[in-house]
């Protein structure tokens, strides 16, 4: 991981999407370590199960899923300063449940 963070910084990336599912505890220490700015993104990916119509995002019985997985994503890397921005999803559609989660 320090070798990508490094090959990184030597192409003047600085910046990381890390898509679909929380990432190793170690890599957001690293990217602490050595000033590589994270968009950190909760495992709500639901692309090819209903979200051509926004089924998962708007049906409730899903939405205890949806608090769950951001709060615990929240909770486990509120305190890495890297972490700019946060996503609640990667192609999980749009509707009530997402406006839910807080």
């Excluded at 929380?22 to 220490?29: C, F, G, V």
């Excluded at 590589?36 to 979200?51: D, F, K, P, R, S």
């Excluded at 949806?66 to 609640?88: T, Y």
């Amino acid at each position: 991981m320090i070798e990508d963070i490094r090959l990184m910084k030597g192409l003047n990336i600085n910046a990381v999407r890390v898509g679909h599912y929380p990432h190793d505890p170690e890599w957001y220490e690293l990217c602490n370590q050595y000033g590589l700015y994270v968009v950190n993104e909760a495992n709500l990916e639901t692309h090819g199960a209903g979200i051509e119509d926004n089924w998962i995002v708007n049906n409730s019985i899903w939405l205890a899923a949806h608090v769950n997985r951001a709060r615990r994503l929240m909770e486990r890397d509120k305190n890495h300063p890297s972490i700019l921005f946060w996503s609640l999803g990667n192609e999980a559609g749009t509707g009530q449940n997402m406006q839910l989660v807080q």
